[in-house]
């Protein structure tokens, strides 16, 4: 009886296991050709960056025909990204370190402290998360103008800390309160009982048991910083303050001319964000992903 | 030793009085201290946020060219006009097909990639992180490499039409009115799907596997087990994903900006494109301020309508 059963199911096993072979491949030439697909345009700038431009005659986006590391250095220097380079940093750090500080400061107060007007303040703040900065640019160029900050890295960095372009108090505010509610009460107390005045609650336990939240909030609001493009387009107009994004806009619009250096300049754009993600891949997903899943 | 026992239970006695967060009950914060934790951020909030959002309101109800003393108050007047415009009305139905198409494409790519990752794949992790590289990309890189696929004479995509025969399909993809806006809608697709994959795989990866096990001794097939126990599983995040992209699509600007300008003509202008080339081109800062307003408008109205949605879904 169960030899006979033995027999007969092994054809069928044989039926099974070749449809899941051609199962796996379907699954993974599905899953290869989306990562082709993404890997692709990557591979061409990398294969452009390193052209060497005296011996290329033909088509100029031929895969890795030729191999030319000066055009790294050349970049950075004929080309100007070493500036735009520095000008990126310059509005980078401040920002990161404005959304990140002001956020964790706010975001506790508005989870832990006591205070009329909490609730309405928290909802004015996650309302900055629904307004698109086009409803903001026109007047805020020429109160920037009044200011007279136009020109200079503050007209960026400031809108860009009050949540203006991508990444700032709004999600940030929202993410730290969330993080800072999920803390238990008794360590507060703990701390208090130990003497901790509320400052000390804050600064000697609250705060650094919310790095790790912290730290997701740095690298949103890196990538954010790094490659925004629409304040500086707007607010830095001038040739001396050019950022890397601003800077590559003059290259773009397909035009083949210096391709070699334009794609050097990508590249020394890019290197940096892709670094940067390969590194904190976990802390960047946990804050894209903070508040969608939990609803 | 009985300092910790009495916060302890000073601590778990409050708990069970108040809900976690809540304030009622305990003494008031000082107010130099919220002033020091809030003040800070209040201002910049108010002074780059509030201010300027109040200044587009009242722009969009004056004529104004940026330079003049005095703002002129119009009333509708700029609503109006806009009623008339054709070149607006072309720039909002080109953000409605960016609405469509730039939703539905990179969601349903997201969300076969996401269940089959789920489903279970070797290299899991290395197939997100590859899938989300365009998604981190500057958008001037994505547009300037683009730019390059679909470049007239070398293009990768001109090169390989040619390679298979097709040499009648091959034009400028971005110079041709016809084909400019799904060009660009493709290039903005390719760098948005990784982010829907990354957000189904969070939300899938929060289904209990037990209720998928239970169906699947029920008796329900593929798509019922999709339809019925992932779907639901993963709403919020779909909310959430659906009212990014949705409201995103009303206030696309960049990536049109650097491939096209919104050009051949107005083939690719969005509104928001065109309330930039009003304002800071031809300096009717008034005029862009009320179709900054139709931006607004149409965003808040969007986001607290699948907020509502989402509510709803959640109660039920």
């Not at chain 1, 609730?119 to 805020?140: A, Q």
């Not at chain 2, 809030?38 to 200044?55: H, K, N, Q």
């Not at chain 2, 919104?262 to 009003?278: F, I, Q, V």
Request: charged letters at 15%; a positive charge.
């Amino acid at each position: 009886m169960t030899a006979g059963g033995i027999a007969v199911s092994r054809p069928a096993d044989r039926v099974r296991r070749r449809r899941n072979l051609a199962f796996a491949v379907a699954k993974y030439a599905f899953l290869g050709f989306w990562a082709l697909l993404c890997l692709l345009p990557m591979i061409l700038i990398f294969s452009t960056a390193f052209k060497d431009p005296t011996i290329e005659t033909g088509n100029p986006f031929q895969l890795f025909s030729s191999v030319r590391f000066e055009n790294l250095v050349d970049a950075w220097t004929l080309g100007n990204f070493g500036r735009y380079f520095m000008n990126t940093i310059v509005i980078m750090v401040p920002v990161v370190l404005g959304v990140v500080a002001l956020s964790m400061l706010t975001g506790y107060a508005l989870a832990r402290f006591a205070f009329p007007g909490r609730s309405l303040l928290f909802f004015g703040f996650v309302l900055g998360l629904m307004i698109p900065f086009f409803s903001l640019m026109i007047p805020l160029y020429y109160n920037l103008r009044d200011y007279g900050l136009l020109d200079n890295p503050l007209a960026v960095i400031l809108p860009s800390i009050a949540g203006a372009g991508g990444t700032g108090l709004p999600l940030g505010i929202f993410l730290m309160r969330a993080f800072f509610l999920d803390m238990p009460d008794e360590l507060a107390d703990a701390a208090r009982v130990d003497g901790c005045d509320e400052l000390g609650v804050f600064t000697k336990v609250m705060a650094p048991l919310a790095l790790p939240g912290a730290s997701a909030l740095a690298v949103l609001a890196f990538m954010s910083a790094w490659n925004t493009f629409l304040l500086p387009l707007l607010y830095l107009s001038g040739e001396d303050s050019r950022t890397l994004a601003t800077g590559l806009l003059l290259f773009t619009g397909g035009r083949t001319q210096e391709l070699e250096l334009t794609a050097a300049g990508t590249l020394i754009m890019i290197a940096p964000v892709v670094l940067f993600f390969l590194l904190f891949q976990r802390q960047f997903i946990r804050g894209l992903t903070a508040g969608a899943v939990k609803g | 030793m009985t300092g910790s026992v009495a916060s302890v239970s000073a601590g778990a006695f409050e708990r069970i009085t108040r809900r976690r967060g809540r304030v009622r009950g305990r003494r008031q914060t000082s107010w130099a201290l919220v002033a020091l934790f809030v003040g800070p951020s209040l201002a910049l909030y108010v002074l780059f946020m509030i201010v300027p959002f109040i200044g587009t309101l009242q722009l969009s109800l004056s004529a104004w060219d940026g330079f003049a003393p005095e703002k002129t108050p119009v009333g509708l007047a700029n609503y109006q006009a806009l009623l008339g415009d054709e070149d607006f009305w072309r720039a909002l139905s080109n953000n409605v097909v960016w609405a469509v198409i730039g939703t539905a494409a990179p969601i349903a790519i997201g969300l076969a990639l996401a269940i089959v990752l789920w489903s279970g794949a070797g290299f899991r992790t290395g197939f997100r992180a590859i899938y989300f590289l365009p998604v981190i990309l500057p958008v001037v890189v994505i547009g300037l490499v683009w730019g390059w696929i679909y470049n007239p004479l070398f293009g990768v995509l001109n090169t390989a039409l040619e390679a298979v025969g097709l040499d009648d399909w091959s034009r400028g993809w971005l110079g041709d009115p016809d084909t400019a806006l799904v060009a660009v809608l493709i290039a903005a697709i390719w760098s948005t799907f990784g982010f829907c994959v990354v957000m189904f795989l969070a939300g899938l990866q929060g289904i209990d596997l037990n209720l998928v096990d239970a169906a699947k001794v029920d008796g329900a097939n593929a798509w019922q087990r999709f339809r019925h126990v992932l779907l639901p599983g993963i709403a919020p995040v779909f909310t959430f994903v659906l009212t990014i992209t949705l409201v995103g699509a009303f206030s696309v600007f960049d990536i049109v900006y650097v491939m096209t300008r919104g050009g051949p003509g107005t083939a690719t202008e969005t509104m928001a494109g065109y309330a930039y080339k009003m304002a800071f081109n031809r300096n009717f800062a008034g005029y862009g301020s009320a179709i900054s307003m139709v931006i607004a408008i149409i965003s808040l109205v969007l986001a607290v309508a699948l907020l509502r949605f989402r509510e709803r879904g959640r109660t039920r």
